[in-house]
């Protein structure tokens, strides 16, 4: 696409710093330093964030193994969604942060309404204080990040009935984001992935 910045990268017309590569995802260094470890999943073909995250693939998993890589003691997957988020490229990625400690994505938990069940997974609310959005999916079997970002159907179904719910509650904007580990502060102890949403977001670490 002219004039996107990650199309140019990935047709070796712009440099960047790239840690893997292969027939549909390229990953490469941030060129912001907010963190140790600042990284970019982005797919090949120019899509739109909403367009990725209804047929993720395994842009997910190869997001979740470039963190495990590289953040041993936890990193943050994000992909931002419109203004609210901060948006800055129109090309669908995943950020992966990580190498140091990261504030909560969220206020304490509150109380959860279930909001969308399937025979896979659910979609609740948590009323947690900050932001007014806050969504959890869910798989209904027990599974942890690594075994749900492996699982590129479920996450694909789980980031599909997300996007929709971003959509109708956050015209604005909203963020998906998952925590590994200590350094971002894991506190739901299975898979999941956050919808965050319902006012300006601020930066993502």
Same mark, same amino acid.
């Given at each position: 696409?002219?004039?996107?910045?990650?199309?140019?990268?990935?047709?070796?017309?712009?440099?960047?710093?790239?840690?893997?590569?292969?027939?549909?995802?390229?990953?490469? &260094?941030?060129?912001?330093?907010?963190?140790?470890?600042?990284?970019?999943?982005?797919?090949?073909?120019?899509?739109?964030?909403?367009?990725?995250?209804?047929?993720?693939?395994?842009?997910?998993?190869?997001?979740?193994?470039?963190?495990?890589?590289?953040?041993?003691?936890?990193?943050?997957?994000?992909?931002?969604?419109?203004?609210?988020?901060?948006?800055?490229?129109?090309?669908?990625?995943?950020?992966?942060?990580?190498?140091?400690?990261?504030?909560?994505?969220?206020? &304490?938990?509150?109380?959860?309404?279930?909001?969308?069940?399937?025979?896979?997974?659910?979609? /609740?609310?948590?009323?947690?204080?900050?932001?007014?959005?806050?969504?959890?999916?869910?798989?209904?079997?027990?599974?942890?990040?690594?075994?749900?970002? /492996?699982?590129?159907?479920?996450?694909?179904?789980?980031?599909?009935?997300?996007?929709?719910?971003?959509?109708?509650?956050?015209?604005?904007?909203?963020?998906?984001?998952?925590?590994?580990?200590?350094?971002?502060?894991?506190?739901?102890?299975?898979?999941?992935?956050?919808?965050?949403?319902?006012?300006?977001?601020?930066?993502?670490?």
């Amino acid at each position: 696409m002219p004039g996107c910045i990650f199309c140019a990268i990935i047709a070796r017309q712009s440099p960047a710093d790239i840690l893997h590569e292969d027939s549909e995802i390229i990953v490469f &260094r941030n060129v912001l330093r907010w963190l140790p470890l600042m990284l970019l999943t982005v797919p090949k073909t120019h899509r739109l964030q909403e367009d990725l995250w209804s047929n993720l693939g395994h842009a997910g998993r190869v997001a979740a193994e470039m963190g495990r890589r590289f953040c041993p003691n936890g990193f943050r997957l994000v992909s931002n969604f419109g203004w609210d988020a901060l948006q800055s490229q129109p090309h669908a990625h995943i950020h992966v942060l990580g190498g140091g400690a990261m504030e909560a994505l969220t206020g &304490r938990a509150g109380v959860t309404e279930p909001v969308l069940e399937t025979a896979q997974f659910t979609i /609740s609310r948590r009323h947690s204080g900050w932001p007014p959005v806050v969504m959890v999916a869910e798989p209904r079997a027990e599974a942890g990040q690594y075994t749900l970002w /492996s699982d590129e159907q479920m996450v694909g179904a789980m980031g599909r009935e997300l996007v929709r719910l971003g959509r109708d509650l956050c015209p604005y904007g909203f963020r998906f984001a998952a925590d590994f580990g200590w350094d971002a502060l894991q506190t739901q102890p299975g898979g999941h992935i956050y919808l965050l949403g319902g006012a300006e977001l601020g930066h993502y670490v």
